[in-house]
């Protein structure tokens, strides 16, 4: 059975920097795609960070240039190293498998994070 656990979030001010941590347990992940999903209250989830099992990235607009999605696959876990936060990156932060929706069966309990001063 495949568990997927993040960490790392917090309240953090704007302009601050996070990192998060994905790791799954019950299988390897080598040769599955990842990603980082968020969901903001009242609004879908939505995909913010994808990587393919061969390393290929492809980040929504609003976090290019700031987010970097990273993946050791020796330690079954996934990072989202996080800079320049914003207050609209407040979410609830999700990682699954899959480089687009997500599987439906291994959505964990996210971990918030809160950017505000």
């Known amino acids: 059975q495949v568990q997927l656990v993040e960490s790392g979030g917090g309240l953090v001010q704007p302009g601050g920097s996070l990192r998060l941590s994905c790791v799954a347990s019950?299988?390897?992940?080598?040769?599955?795609?990842m990603g980082w999903y968020r969901q903001a209250p009242g609004k879908q989830r939505d995909l913010v960070a994808p990587?393919?099992?061969?390393?290929?990235?492809n980040y929504a607009e609003s976090v290019k240039g700031r987010f970097t999605i990273s993946r050791d696959n020796a330690k079954n876990t996934v990072y989202l190293q996080m800079n320049s936060l914003k207050p609209e990156d407040t979410a609830v932060y999700y990682c699954?498998?899959?480089?687009?929706?997500?599987?439906?069966?291994?959505w964990g309990q996210g971990t918030q994070v809160t950017v505000s001063s």
């Open positions: 019950g299988t390897t992940f080598t040769s599955y795609g």
């Open positions: 990587i393919t099992s061969y390393g290929s990235t």
């Open positions: 699954n498998l899959g480089t687009n929706r997500g599987s439906p069966l291994h």
